[in-house]
Each structure stands twice: as C-alpha cells, then as structure tokens.
C-alpha cells in the first residue's frame, strides 16, 4: 500500500498563493488516482480536486475552480496542488489521497491518506 506525505502548508494572506505537494512511496504513483480533500475544524472532510492515473482528467470542486490546480508528476511520485487567490474560508488541514478504483469526489473510496497539512489563510 502506498504511503503519502503532504507539505507546503503555512500561514499566508488572503489573496496569496500557497502549493502543497503529496509525494508517494511503497508505491508507483501512476497506479493510482489522487485527490485532495481538505477538513476544517467542526466540518466533515470535503472533496477538493481529483486528478487521473495519466493527469489527462481533473476535477475540482466549485468553490476552488478556476483558483486551484492540480497536477501531477509520475516520475518524482509527486501530486500537487496549486492554490492561488486563496480566501480564509480555504483554512483547513489539506489531506490527499489514493484509489486503485478510479478518480472518485467520496473520501470512503480512498484507503491510502497522508498526515495532513495546515492551510491557514488570513483576511
């Protein structure tokens, strides 16, 4: 099973950028397709971005569309996350994920999560 490590979190200004890396071992990284799911404190942990085993397909959630964007790089076993005009309502811990079964919005189809990264964003 795939072993994942988030970084690239911090404390940064609305209107900043921040970009979150979630790099792989155990595992080859293509295999898989990774998502980005974010839990702020009292919430449920949302759906964020998704993101193929090839990088062809993305898919992000609403509220960061056309703000966040997610890549990935299959030779260093890397998933990113860009994210730019970032907006308080963005703090939260960023976690990302991997399914063998395909580029899924729900975190139960995921069984492979790294620790988390702080996102805190100021106003």
């Known amino acids: 099973q795939v072993q994942l490590v988030e970084s690239g979190g911090g404390l940064v200004q609305a209107g900043g950028s921040l970009r979150l890396s979630c790099t792989a071992s155990?595992?080859?990284?293509?295999?898989?397709?990774m998502a980005w799911f974010r839990q702020a404190p009292g919430n449920e942990r949302e759906f964020v971005a998704v993101?193929?085993?090839?990088?062809?397909?993305?898919y992000y959630t609403t509220s960061v569309e056309g703000r966040f964007t997610i890549s990935r790089d299959n030779v260093k076993n890397t998933v990113y996350l860009q994210m730019n005009s970032l907006k308080p309502e963005d703090t939260a811990v960023y976690y990302c994920?991997?399914?063998?079964?395909?580029?899924?919005?729900?975190?139960?189809?995921?069984?492979?999560w790294g620790q988390g990264t702080q996102v805190t964003v100021t106003s």
């Open positions: 993101i193929g085993t090839r990088g062809t397909y993305t």
């Open positions: 994920a991997a399914s063998t079964i395909g580029p899924f919005y729900t975190p139960s189809y995921y069984r492979s």
């Open positions: 155990g595992d080859t990284l293509s295999s898989y397709s």
